[in-house]
C-alpha cells in the first residue's frame, strides 16, 4: 500500500487549524484506502519538550512528500527553516509539493512562500464549533469547488488515498466529503482567530503616538519622525484632513502634525507643549504634573488633553496613549444676561486672585529679579498657560461673545465692553511679542522679559480692576430688579 505523507507546520497559537487539517485528511483516508495509508507529522505538536528539534524536523522532512504550512499572520519558529530544508532536500524530486494554507492578504505571506502554490481559505460566515459544521446541499458545489476543496482533491489524488473510485456506489458521497472536510479547515481557521478583534470603535477623541526604538535613554523631546494615528475625530477636532485607508486609522508624524498646526513655524501651541512635556515625564517614570492646559477644537468646543497610559515594549519602542477629553458645559442656569454677570465675575474674581490680590509678592516674589531664573522661567511658562486657561474657560462659559456680554452689561456700555475685549488683545498680543511658549529664557534675555511680563501684568490689573466694578454694579442692579419685580 502506497502511503500519502504530510509534514503540517504552524504557529502554536493555530493549532485548532493543525488539528483540524490532520482530522480531514485522516476522515477521507478512511473513506479511501485506509487510516494507514495517511502519516502525518505536526511540528507544534510532536516534538517532544526538552529533545532538539533540529535532527527530528529533518528526519519527517525528509520522507514527507508533502509540506503544508499554516499562516493566519504569525508564523512557526520552525517555518523558514522547515520550508528551506524541505525544498533543499527535495531538490531532485519535483513531485514533492509545498502548500500553504493562509488566511491573510497575499502581499502579508513571508517572502518564502509567495512564489509557491498557496491556498487562501475562504471566509466563513457563521463560525461554529466544529461538530456543528454542516454543508446544505446548496453549499457542496461552493465548498467542492474552492481552493480548499482543491487542495484536499489534490492531496487525495497524489498517490490515490481517496478518489471517487472509492464511493463508486455512491458517487455523490465523495464531493458531499471533500465539501464538508474543506468547510471544516476554513470554519477552524475563523476559530483560531476568535481573540482577533473585528472592529474597534473609539469611545473618546484621541490618538497614540510611539517613539521608535527609544528604550530606556533620556528623552529630552519627541523626536519629529515619532508615529502620530488618531481617530478621524481627533484630526477633524484639529481642523485636518488625512488620508484614511480600509485598514489603517489616519497618521502622521509628530513634526509634519506641528507643521500642519503652525505653518510658519512661528508659535509654541500649548497643547502639544503640554503633551510634549508629560511624556518626557512618563518616560522618566516620574508623576506627571498638574498643571492644565486646555484647547478649542474647530468645532468651538473646549478639551484637555491627558496622557492615559504608555507602553515599552521589549524592542525599545514607546506608545503613548493620549486623550481629549471635552470640559463640559458650565454655564449657568437661569436668565442668560445675569447668569453671564456671575459668570464674569468668577473669572474676573479668579484671574485677580492669581496675580492682582498680592500684587507686591507677584512682582518681587513670583516675577522679581531676585527669583531663580529656573523658578522665573516656570512662572513665565505657567503665566502662557494661565492666559489660555482663562480664555478656554470664558469660552466654556460663553462669555468670549461680545454681543452677549453687552446684552449682560446693557447697551449702554456697549462700547466699554468692547474695549475689554481690545485691551485684552493688545496687552497679550505686547507680551507674546517677547514670550511665547518654548522661548528660551536666559540671564541675557530675563531683563526684557520681565519687563514684558510687568507691562503686562500692569495693563490687565486696571481692566480687571474696571471689569470687577462694572460687573459688580450690574449684578448688583440685576438682583435689585429681581427684587423689586417680586415684591411688586
Not at 119 to 125: E, K, L, R, S, Y
Not at 320 to 336: K, M, N, S, T
Not at 342 to 364: G, V
Request: aromatic share 10%; with cysteine.
Amino acid at each position: 500500500m502506497s502511503q500519502s505523507t504530510a509534514f503540517l507546520s504552524y504557529h502554536h497559537d493555530d493549532r485548532i487549524i493543525g488539528e483540524t487539517v490532520l482530522a480531514q485528511l485522516a476522515f477521507l483516508a478512511s473513506r479511501g484506502e485506509g487510516k494507514p495509508a495517511l502519516k502525518c507529522f505536526l511540528d507544534a505538536r510532536d516534538i517532544p519538550r526538552g529533545q532538539a528539534w533540529k535532527p527530528i524536523i529533518d528526519e519527517n522532512l525528509a520522507n514527507k512528500d508533502w509540506l503544508i504550512p499554516v499562516f493566519t499572520g504569525d508564523q512557526s519558529v520552525y517555518c523558514g527553516y522547515e520550508i528551506g530544508t524541505f525544498l533543499q532536500l527535495h531538490v531532485q524530486s519535483p513531485d514533492k509539493r509545498v502548500m500553504a494554507l493562509y488566511d491573510v492578504d497575499d502581499e502579508k505571506l513571508p517572502i518564502i512562500l509567495r512564489d509557491g502554490q498557496n491556498t487562501q481559505v475562504p471566509p466563513v460566515d457563521n463560525v461554529v464549533e466544529a461538530d456543528k459544521v454542516a454543508v446544505s446541499t446548496d453549499e457542496v458545489n461552493f465548498w467542492f469547488r474552492s481552493a480548499v476543496g482543491r487542495f484536499l482533491q489534490d492531496f487525495c489524488l497524489y498517490k490515490g488515498l481517496y478518489t471517487p473510485a472509492h464511493e463508486s456506489s455512491e458517487p455523490a458521497a465523495y464531493s458531499n466529503n471533500i465539501a464538508l472536510c474543506a468547510k471544516l479547515i476554513a470554519n477552524a481557521f475563523a476559530l483560531a482567530r476568535g481573540t482577533d478583534e473585528k472592529s474597534e470603535t473609539p469611545a473618546q477623541i484621541g490618538f497614540e503616538l510611539t517613539i521608535r526604538k527609544i528604550g530606556d535613554q533620556r528623552l529630552d523631546k519627541i523626536p519629529g519622525d515619532s508615529v502620530v494615528i488618531g481617530t478621524t475625530l481627533f484630526f477633524d477636532l484639529l481642523g485636518l484632513s488625512l488620508p484614511v485607508s480600509r485598514t489603517q486609522a489616519p497618521m502622521t508624524t509628530w513634526e509634519t502634525l506641528r507643521q500642519l498646526l503652525n505653518p510658519g513655524g512661528q508659535k509654541v501651541i500649548p497643547w502639544m507643549h503640554k503633551v510634549e512635556a508629560d511624556i518626557r515625564t512618563a518616560a522618566a517614570s516620574l508623576s506627571l504634573p498638574s498643571d492644565d492646559v486646555t484647547m478649542r477644537g474647530r468645532n468651538g468646543k473646549v478639551y484637555r488633553p491627558i496622557l492615559e497610559r504608555h507602553k515599552l515594549f521589549v524592542n525599545g519602542d514607546r506608545r503613548f496613549y493620549l486623550l481629549f477629553i471635552e470640559a463640559l458645559d458650565r454655564r449657568f442656569v437661569g436668565v442668560p444676561q445675569s447668569s453671564l454677570l456671575l459668570t464674569s465675575l468668577i473669572l474676573a474674581s479668579r484671574w485677580r486672585f492669581t496675580y492682582f490680590e498680592k500684587w507686591s509678592d507677584t512682582i518681587t516674589k513670583v516675577f522679581g529679579p531676585e527669583v531663580p531664573l529656573p523658578n522665573f522661567a516656570d512662572a513665565c511658562k505657567q503665566l502662557l498657560y494661565n492666559i489660555e486657561w482663562i480664555e478656554h474657560e470664558a469660552a466654556q462659559f460663553g462669555a468670549t461673545d461680545p454681543q452677549a456680554l453687552i446684552d449682560a452689561f446693557g447697551s449702554e456700555h456697549k462700547a466699554r465692553v468692547e474695549r475689554f475685549f481690545s485691551d485684552w488683545q493688545k496687552a497679550k498680543e505686547a507680551l507674546q511679542a517677547s514670550l511665547e511658549l518654548g522661548t528660551e529664557i536666559t540671564d541675557f534675555t530675563r531683563d526684557g522679559i520681565h519687563r514684558a511680563v510687568l507691562d503686562f501684568l500692569t495693563a490687565t490689573r486696571g481692566q480687571n480692576a474696571e471689569f470687577l466694578q462694572l460687573a459688580i454694579k450690574e449684578y448688583a442692579d440685576e438682583i435689585g430688579q429681581g427684587l423689586e419685580s417680586r415684591d411688586g
